[in-house]
Structure formats: structure tokens, C-alpha cells
């Protein structure tokens, strides 16, 4: 069975560019987070899906971030415009509704330059 | 907000003996306590978790123990191998409030010959 796969896996891009990663959850999984490190800090909650609806955004950091996830299948996270400040590993993690193990992708690793 | 407080930053030790990571958390209504592993370009990956009904769990070499009283846990690796060498991340998952996890900072183990 595939695992939470990401794509970009790595993305530079300029300051003021768009970047839009994607997230494709294990089959099933109601549940779709995504997550974000920045250099040197701990992994930190952005937000949740509960199929297609938001469930929590409380940790998306401003209105420069949006995510989708029309259909409820796989999610977007677009930020637009980048900062700098925007660097880092973006992590989407997936649940069953039922479960409380969260499966974590492989990350995709965002350079603002 | 939960506040997760993770210790060492960085543990080295020799090959065979054991290691303990230390994590504190701040809200008493936080059941759930996973604990994660990342290898450099991968993911995090879930190894143990605990619920706030259990004081202690175990998988081969891996233990985790927790105190809801003094609101720590705590992973322990015995018998460390090589293979071990990685970042670990504790992790709370709060009854209310946001519906993700929070992390702790990680800790690099890192596992002398």
C-alpha cells in the first residue's frame, strides 16, 4: 500500500514567486494534515482536513497560505506570495478516521531565495 | 496552546547502551503521546505512541513511560545499534482545542561505534 506521498519533493523559488505542493493521502484516510519545520524548530501543526471540509486552520500562519482539498482526495498547499521566512519542510500526514496513528510524507523542502 | 518541552537537543552515546529522550507537556487534558522518528530526507516516522490511560509501553528495545501527574514522558532505546541514529520527536495530542499534534524540538541521537 502507497504511503502519504508529496510533490514537490524540493522547490527553490524566488521571493514573490507562487509554490503550490501537493499532498495525495494513503487511500482511505479521511483525515489529511499538513504540518511545517523551519530551520531549528520543532514540526508544527498548519491544518486539517476531515475529507474535503477544514476542520482546523488555526495554525496556518497568514493569508499568504491556502489549502485545498476539492473531492477530498489529494490536498494544495499554494503560498503566494513567498517570503523568505517561508523556508522550510512542509509535511502532509494522513489518518483513518477511526485510527490515532497520523502517517507522515516524506516532505517537501521549500527554498526562498 | 499546548507547550511541549523536549530534552537533550543532541545525545550521543556508545553503541549498546541505552538512550532516554525526555518531553514535558503543558496541557492536562492531552491523551495521546506519539513518538517519532526521522532519518535525514525522509519523513517522520511513527515508532511508539501511548495513551493517557497507560503508564508504560513496550516494543522490543523501544519504551516509552508516562507521568500524567507531573505531565512527562519519556522514550527509552535499549541496546542501540547504529541503525538508531536519527531525530526523534516527542508529540501531545490535546483532548480540545487544535486538532493536531505538538511537537517537541527533537533530539539528534547519535550513536558512537
Known amino acids: 500500500e502507497a504511503g502519504v506521498t508529496q510533490f514537490p519533493s524540493h522547490s527553490v523559488i524566488e521571493k514573490g514567486q507562487t509554490v503550490t505542493l501537493r499532498c495525495d493521502p494513503i487511500?482511505?484516510?479521511?483525515?489529511l494534515y499538513w504540518y511545517r519545520r523551519v530551520m531549528g524548530k520543532e514540526i508544527k501543526f498548519l491544518l486539517h482536513?476531515?475529507?474535503?471540509?477544514?476542520?482546523?486552520e488555526s495554525g496556518m500562519p497568514n493569508n499568504r497560505f491556502l489549502a485545498e482539498r476539492t473531492g477530498g482526495t489529494y490536498s494544495t498547499l499554494k503560498v503566494q506570495p513567498a517570503e523568505l521566512e517561508d523556508s522550510g519542510v512542509y509535511f502532509c500526514?494522513?489518518?483513518?478516521?477511526?485510527?490515532?496513528?497520523?502517517?507522515f510524507g516524506e516532505g517537501s523542502w521549500l527554498t526562498v531565495v | 496552546g499546548e507547550n511541549v518541552e523536549q530534552h537533550p537537543s543532541t545525545l550521543s552515546v556508545q553503541e549498546g547502551d541505552s538512550a532516554v529522550i525526555k518531553c514535558t507537556y503543558s496541557?492536562?487534558?492531552?491523551?495521546?503521546f506519539p513518538w517519532y522518528k526521522q532519518e535525514l530526507g525522509k519523513g517522520p516516522q511513527l515508532i511508539i505512541d501511548?495513551?493517557?490511560?497507560?503508564g508504560e509501553k513496550k516494543d522490543q528495545r523501544i519504551a516509552v513511560t508516562l507521568n500524567k501527574t507531573a505531565k512527562h514522558f519519556s522514550l527509552h532505546i535499549t541496546e542501540t545499534q547504529p541503525e538508531d541514529s536519527a531525530v526523534y520527536f516527542c508529540?501531545?495530542?490535546?483532548?480540545?482545542?487544535?486538532?493536531?499534534?505538538?511537537f517537541g524540538k527533537g533530539t539528534h541521537l547519535i550513536i558512537q561505534p
Open positions: 500526514a494522513s489518518k483513518i478516521y477511526s485510527g490515532n496513528t497520523i502517517y
Open positions: 487511500s482511505g484516510h479521511d483525515n
Open positions: 482536513f476531515v475529507k474535503e471540509s477544514k476542520q482546523d
Open positions: 496541557d492536562s487534558a492531552s491523551n495521546y
Open positions: 501511548i495513551r493517557s490511560n497507560v
Open positions: 508529540a501531545s495530542h490535546s483532548g480540545g482545542g487544535a486538532d493536531g499534534l505538538t
